[in-house]
Nanobody
């Protein structure tokens, strides 16, 4: 049974940091690309950062470049999203998702498995 468990969200002030974790089970992380997506209230889900199983060059949305870092620890079956210099506009529910195969996609519809989401709130 494929499962993804996102955690690490919370309430921080502008300029603060959070590290999100996505623990996966039921499959080998080596064979999947992982994406972090977010959905703010009243807005569509958007791709934040994605990482493939083999390509060392991850994707970052323009809005988070230079502030967010995605990484994966295949031995721990966990993907991380380090978020620094947080802004109020980063407030959203953050989801991790898995896509079979080596290549990531920035389209949410291309992901097969989703975690339950973790709330990130950045106060001004």
């Amino acid at each position: 049974d494929v499962q993804l468990q996102a955690s690490g969200g919370g309430l921080v002030q502008t300029g603060g940091s959070l590290r999100l974790s996505c623990a996966v089970s039921g499959f080998t992380l080596d064979d999947f690309a992982i994406g972090w997506f977010r959905q703010a209230l009243g807005k569509e889900r958007e791709g934040v950062s994605c990482i493939s199983s083999s390509d060392p060059s991850p994707y970052y949305a323009d809005s988070v470049k230079g502030r967010f870092t995605i990484s994966r620890d295949n031995a721990k079956n966990t993907v991380y999203l380090q978020m620094n210099s947080l802004k109020p506009e980063d407030t959203a529910v953050y989801y991790c998702a898995a896509r079979s195969g080596s290549d990531y996609s920035i389209l949410a519809t291309n992901y097969d498995h989703w975690g339950q989401g973790t709330q990130v709130t950045v106060s001004s």
